[in-house]
T-cell receptor, first 112, second 118 residues
Framework: SQKIEQNSEALNIQEGKTATLTCNYT??????LQWYRQDPGRGPVFLLL?????KEKRKERLKVTFDTTLKQSLFHITASQPADSATYLC???????????FGKGTKLSVIP | DTGVSQNPRHKITKRGQNVTFRCDPI?????LYWYRQTLGQGPEFLTY????????KSRLLSDRFSAERPKGSFSTLEIQRTEQGDSAMYLC????????????????FGPGTRLTVL
C-alpha cells in the first residue's frame, strides 16, 4: 500500500541551528512533492515544491532535496528562529491523480 | 481579503443531524479540494473539483458525504446523519488552473471548519 512517513513526530532544536526534516514514501511514483507549514488552528501554507526530475530547491532559508531512488525528501531550515516553530507537512501527488496525499507532519520547536 | 474563506468556522451538532459547510475559493482559481484533518494527522483528501465537475473522490469517503460546486465558484460539503467519528477539521483549498503559471501546483488553504459531533 502507499505510505508517506515523516519520521519524527517532534523535533526540538536550538535557535540558529539547521533543522532537517525527513519525508519517506513507498509505492508512489510522484510527479512532485510539496512541503507545507501549519500553525495550530490554521490551514497549511505552501512553502516549496520539487519535481521528480529536480534534486534540490531553495527559497531563502529553506532547502528541499528529492531523491527518487531512496524515495526520500529532506527539508532544511537554516539559521532557525523561534518563529519557525510549527508543524511541517510533506505531500505527494502521484502521477495520474489529482489527489495530494499528506504525511502526518513533524512538529518543530525552535528553542531560544 | 482575497484568500480562501470557509463558513462556519466552528460547528457543534448532535449525532444524526445533517451539516453543511461552505467554501469560497480564491476567485480566479478553478480547482477546489476538500480535506479532513484530525488531531495529529495530516490533511486527508476527500474530493476534487475542476470548475463545476467533481473529478475525483476518495475511496474512503462514506456515501453520507456529498460535495457540490454548482457554478464553478463556491463549494459546499454536506455530511448527513453525522457520527462522532466525523468530528474533525474540514479544510478547503483552491489552486489556479493555468498550466505553467508560477503558482500552478500550489494549494491555498482556508482556515477550516471545526466540526464537533456530540
Amino acid at each position: 500500500s502507499q505510505k508517506i512517513e515523516q519520521n519524527s513526530e517532534a523535533l526540538n532544536i536550538q535557535e540558529g541551528k539547521t533543522a532537517t526534516l525527513t519525508c519517506n514514501y513507498t509505492n508512489y511514483s510522484p510527479a512532485y512533492l510539496q512541503w507545507y507549514r501549519q500553525d495550530p488552528g490554521r490551514g497549511p501554507v505552501f512553502l516549496l515544491l520539487i519535481r521528480e526530475n529536480e534534486k534540490e530547491k531553495r527559497k531563502e532559508r529553506l532547502k528541499v532535496t528529492f531523491d527518487t531512488t531512496l524515495k526520500q525528501s529532506l527539508f532544511h531550515i537554516t539559521a532557525s528562529q523561534p518563529a519557525d516553530s510549527a508543524t511541517y507537512l510533506c505531500a505527494l501527488r502521484g502521477a495520474g491523480s489529482y489527489q495530494l496525499t499528506f504525511g502526518k507532519g513533524t512538529k518543530l520547536s525552535v528553542i531560544p | 481579503d482575497t484568500g480562501v474563506s470557509q463558513n462556519p468556522r466552528h460547528k457543534i451538532t448532535k449525532r444524526g443531524q445533517n451539516v453543511t459547510f461552505r467554501c469560497d475559493p480564491i476567485s480566479e482559481h478553478n480547482r477546489l479540494y476538500w480535506y479532513r484533518q484530525t488531531l495529529g494527522q495530516g490533511p486527508e483528501f476527500l474530493t476534487y473539483f475542476q470548475n463545476e465537475a467533481q473529478l475525483e473522490k476518495s475511496r474512503l469517503l462514506s456515501d453520507r458525504f456529498s460535495a457540490e460546486r454548482p457554478k464553478g465558484s463556491f463549494s459546499t460539503l454536506e455530511i448527513q446523519r453525522t457520527e462522532q467519528g466525523d468530528s474533525a477539521m474540514y479544510l478547503c483549498a483552491s489552486r489556479e488552473g493555468l498550466a505553467g503559471g508560477p503558482n500552478y501546483n500550489e494549494q491555498f488553504f482556508g482556515p477550516g471548519t471545526r466540526l464537533t459531533v456530540l
